[in-house]
C-alpha cells in the first residue's frame, strides 16, 4: 500500500481545516472591519454656522453630454461661498462652447484650458495638479463630470466635514446609478464593497484610499507633499494614490450622510468595465505594503474560501454538509452585518443578490487583477 493511499482516510479532515481557516479569516474581517461600520452612527456635518470658501475641482475629457446633464447640480449648491474649477484637458467635442454657455450664467464658474502638446501626453494628475493651481481658497473639493450629488446640501458636509479639528482629508462616498442588468447589479455591488472596505479602515484609523468622485483635502497637504510626485508615472491613483499616500491615523473623516452622497454613471459594457478595473489594479500595486498586505489577504481568502468549498464538495460528496456549513455561516454572518451598511450606503436592494454577487465578484476581481496588476501605461479614464 502506497503512502498516498495510507493516508488518505485524513485527506477529507484536511481539507475540511483548510475551509475552517479561510472561514475564520473571513469572518474576522466581516465582523471585526466591516462591522466597525456597520455600527457607526452617521454624522450630519451641515449644521454649522459659518463655513469656509471652498474650490470644487472637475476635470473633463471630452465630457460634453455629462456637463450639460450634471455641471448645474455642483454650480446650484446651497453653500454661501464657493467657486467650480472644470478643467478642460483638450477636449475635441463641444466641451469648450457648454462651459462657455454656463459661464455666461454662473459667476463662479472658472475654466481652465489645457492644449495638446505633441511631445507632452499627460495623464489627469496633471489636469487635477492645474486645477488646484488655479484654486483661490484654502479647502479643495473633487469630482467627476459625470456626476451628480444627492442633494443640493453636499457641499455643506464635505465642507463641514473638513472644518473638523485636525482634518485634512474628507473620504466621501460615490455609488453608482441604478440600471438594469447584471452588469449594474456587479458594478454597484463592486462599488458598494470596495467603499466598505476604504471606510471601515477610515474609521480604523488606517485609511487606504479614496475616489475622485468624492472627497476633498487642503492645498496646504497638497504641496506640503509635494502633490502626485511619487506616483506621477501612473496614469491613475490621483485619488487613491493621494490618499494611501498621506493619510494619517488623526487627519481623515468620512462623510457618508444621505446628503453627502454623489452618484455617477456607470460602465454599460462589460469591456469598459474590465478596462475600468484594469486601472485600478495598476494604481494599487504601489500602496503601502501593510495596506498591500491587509488587502491582498481579504481578497486571497475569500477567492481561496469558495474554491475550497467548490473543490471538497466535488471530491468527497459524502461530506457535502461541511463546506455547505461553513459557506452559510459566512453567508449569515455577511447578511446580519452588511444589511446596515447597506442601508446607510443606499443599495439595500443588493442585498438579496449578496449570494451570487460576492462569488461572481472574486472570482473575477482575482482573475482581472491576475492579468492586469503589473500594468503602467493605462487611459486618462
Not at 13 to 30: D, E, K, N, R, S
Not at 84 to 100: A, C, G, Q, R
Request: glycine content about 4%.
Amino acid at each position: 500500500m502506497s503512502i498516498i493511499q495510507q493516508y488518505a482516510i485524513y485527506y477529507p479532515y484536511i481539507a475540511f481545516g483548510v475551509i475552517c481557516l479561510l472561514l475564520l479569516i473571513q469572518l474576522y474581517y466581516i465582523i471585526f472591519v466591516y462591522g466597525k461600520l456597520s455600527r457607526h452612527k452617521v454624522h450630519s456635518y451641515q449644521d454649522q454656522d459659518q463655513f469656509d470658501p471652498i474650490s470644487v475641482i472637475i476635470c473633463a475629457h471630452n465630457e460634453q453630454k455629462n456637463l450639460k446633464q450634471f455641471l448645474a447640480s455642483i454650480l446650484d449648491q446651497d453653500y454661501p461661498q464657493f467657486e467650480v474649477i472644470v478643467v478642460n484637458d483638450y477636449s475635441t467635442d463641444e466641451t469648450k462652447w457648454i462651459l462657455k454657455d454656463f459661464q455666461e450664467k454662473y459667476e463662479n464658474l472658472k475654466i481652465v484650458d489645457i492644449k495638446e502638446h505633441i511631445r507632452l501626453k499627460h495623464g489627469k494628475k496633471f489636469a487635477v495638479t492645474l486645477g488646484i493651481k488655479s484654486a483661490i481658497y484654502e479647502k479643495l473639493v473633487f469630482t467627476d463630470a459625470d456626476c451628480h450629488p444627492n442633494s443640493n446640501k453636499w457641499l455643506k458636509e464635505t465642507a463641514g466635514a473638513l472644518s473638523q479639528t485636525n482634518k485634512e482629508i474628507v473620504i466621501g462616498y460615490s455609488p453608482y446609478f441604478k440600471y438594469k442588468g447584471l452588469l449594474n447589479k456587479l458594478i454597484r455591488f463592486e462599488t458598494t464593497h470596495t467603499a466598505i472596505s476604504y471606510l471601515s479602515y477610515a474609521l480604523k484609523k488606517n485609511a487606504y484610499m479614496a475616489v475622485g468622485r468624492n472627497m476633498a483635502y487642503t492645498k496646504t497637504l497638497f504641496f506640503s507633499k509635494k502633490g502626485f510626485a511619487s506616483h506621477m508615472h501612473i496614469k491613475s491613483g490621483d485619488d487613491d494614490l493621494f490618499v494611501n499616500e498621506n493619510a494619517t491615523k488623526k487627519n481623515v473623516v468620512i462623510s457618508i450622510h444621505p446628503d453627502a452622497i454623489v452618484y455617477s454613471e456607470p460602465k454599460t459594457t462589460w469591456k469598459s468595465y474590465y478596462k475600468q478595473k484594469a486601472r485600478h489594479s495598476g494604481a494599487s500595486v504601489i500602496y503601502k505594503k501593510r495596506h498591500q498586505r491587509m488587502l491582498g489577504m481579504q481578497l486571497i481568502t475569500s477567492f481561496l474560501f469558495y474554491f475550497a468549498i467548490i473543490l471538497t464538495t466535488i471530491i468527497f460528496p459524502d461530506y457535502w454538509y461541511v463546506p455547505v456549513a461553513a459557506y452559510l455561516i459566512r453567508l449569515i454572518t455577511q447578511i446580519f452585518v452588511f444589511k446596515s451598511i447597506y442601508r446607510k450606503l443606499e443599495v439595500f436592494d443588493l442585498i438579496w443578490w449578496l449570494p451570487l454577487l460576492d462569488i461572481i465578484y472574486y472570482f473575477y476581481i482575482c482573475i482581472n487583477g491576475l492579468f492586469n496588476r503589473k500594468k503602467k501605461s493605462i487611459s486618462w479614464k
